[in-house]
């Protein structure tokens, strides 16, 4: 092992690169903030109870993926490997949803963890922005949360995604197709684990990714035959919403997800350009969650975002973003008085929100306008005694390379200006 290497499945954000990251995060969030979702954060670990019965001991995150450890005081914890039960608990806790302002909207951004086999675009820490509307059943705000989803990609100006889309019934229907469709892989020739997953979990397998599973699955009874009316009507009405916002969607009969607590509507984000690992999102509503944690009934809807696969898919379309140069402008100082004055100008220009940099460390000239080349700035700002006797800076454009005095007194003016 190498001292410095980061665990497996896990990586660094730096710059240039991490700007990328903090703008998808921003542009993510931006739509929900004008839609009135409020921003929450919870602990990165949680008692393990709460991901068991939330996300399904079935699963396979449960099961195989969790970072699950007892403390030294002998709690079993878990490191949280997705939101949303999170978020619920925490508005369970705070009450909020008996402030009487249903639903609560919430959103959050931070690192999740699986222990998954790690490969390009799957991380053991990974990093989501999700949203949550809680305590409210109505297909505006699944149709809602859809929108503002693809709102934020297409702020990003990523185009090549797909929104899949399906329902998963509800209590009353979703027990009749599991029978169903139990009937249907109790028929089939698969291997004992996936025999096993379609006695405790059948939605599950219609997921199985293998080529020979799905070539068998072909025939299945589907879940969209055996929906309820009021289960239909949802449906249809969360579709006439979203095509009525011009928002194209694909129905995928065969959309389950990997985790247990979804019902009715469920969608996922695709990216064509990403191979295996493609979703870059994904959601739907939990009606039944808050209860299967222990609280009230509290039906709700809510989505990730992955950033992680976002930042790839953005790489696959050849998306550069517009993300605010890092350094506008460069100080060279030339001997101790200069680098007192230039030393006060920096801070005045960034106090003006000019992203300003200095040379640090008393290189000379030669050095310090390599690092000035190496920042990007768009000019540097080079004072020697000569200049400052006359009161006077020198304003560099590094893209030209013509030189200009400037007046001291007036410099914060004129190099906004010049940038402007
Ligand atoms: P999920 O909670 O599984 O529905 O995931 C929501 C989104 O988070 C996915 O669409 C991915 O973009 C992202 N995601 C989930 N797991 C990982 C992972 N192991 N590595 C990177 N991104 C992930």
């Not at 980061?6 to 929900?32: M, N, Q």
């Not at 139990?182 to 997953?197: A, P, S, V």
């Not at 979203?242 to 607590?261: H, M, N, S, W």
């Not at 990730?304 to 930042?311: K, Q």
């Amino acid at each position: 092992m190498n001292a410095f290497q980061a665990p497996k499945g896990t990586y660094d954000l730096l710059p240039p690169d991490s700007a990328a990251f903090l703008a998808v995060r921003t542009a993510i969030a931006a739509p929900l903030r004008t839609a009135g979702y409020g921003y929450v954060e919870t602990p990165a670990f949680e008692h393990v109870e709460l991901f068991a019965r939330g996300v399904g001991e079935s699963t396979d995150i449960v099961t195989k993926e969790m970072y699950a450890f007892s403390t030294k005081g002998g709690t079993d914890l878990a490191l949280r490997p997705e939101g949303t039960a999170s978020v619920l608990r925490a508005a369970l806790e705070a009450n909020l949803h008996k402030a009487g302002n249903l639903p609560v909207k919430l959103w959050y951004s931070g690192s999740y963890y699986r222990y998954e086999r790690p490969q390009k675009g799957r991380y053991r820490q990974f990093s989501q922005v999700g949203a949550e509307a809680i305590g409210a059943e109505d297909p505006a705000l699944d149709a809602e949360l859809i929108i503002l989803a693809d709102q934020a990609y297409r702020s990003l100006g990523l185009r090549e995604f797909r929104i899949l889309l399906n329902s998963l019934g509800d209590k009353e229907c979703r027990p009749v197709y599991r029978e169903a469709l139990q009937g249907f892989l109790r028929g089939l020739d698969l291997d004992e684990e996936t025999l096993r997953r379609a006695e405790i979990n059948p939605l599950r397998v219609l997921d199985d990714k293998r080529a020979d599973v799905q070539k068998q699955l072909v025939g299945a009874p589907l879940l969209r035959d055996y929906l309820c009316d009021a289960c239909k009507a949802y449906h249809e009405e969360v579709r006439a919403l979203l095509t009525a916002a011009g928002v194209a969607f694909e129905d995928d009969a065969k959309l389950v997800r990997g985790l247990d607590y979804y019902t009715r509507t469920t969608f996922e984000f695709v990216h064509d350009g990403l191979g295996s690992q493609s979703a870059v999102g994904g959601g739907g509503r939990y009606d039944g969650l808050s209860e299967m944690i222990g609280g009230p009934a509290l039906p709700s809807v809510g989505w990730a975002l992955g950033v992680d696969r976002t930042v790839l898919a953005l790489e696959a379309e050849g998306v550069v973003l517009d993300v605010p140069s890092a350094t506008d402008v460069y100080a060279v100082p030339l001997g101790e008085e200069a680098r007192r004055v230039l030393f006060g100008v920096v801070t005045r220009l960034r106090e003006e929100g000019v992203a300003t940099d200095f040379s640090y460390g008393g290189k000379g000239l030669k050095g310090a306008m390599k690092n000035a080349n190496r920042s990007g700035a768009r000019y540097a700002l080079v004072a020697g005694e000569r200049d400052l006797a006359e009161g006077v800076l020198q304003l560099k454009d590094m893209e030209s390379g013509e030189q200009r005095p400037v007046a001291l007194d007036a410099v914060v003016e004129t190099v906004k200006a010049a940038l402007a």
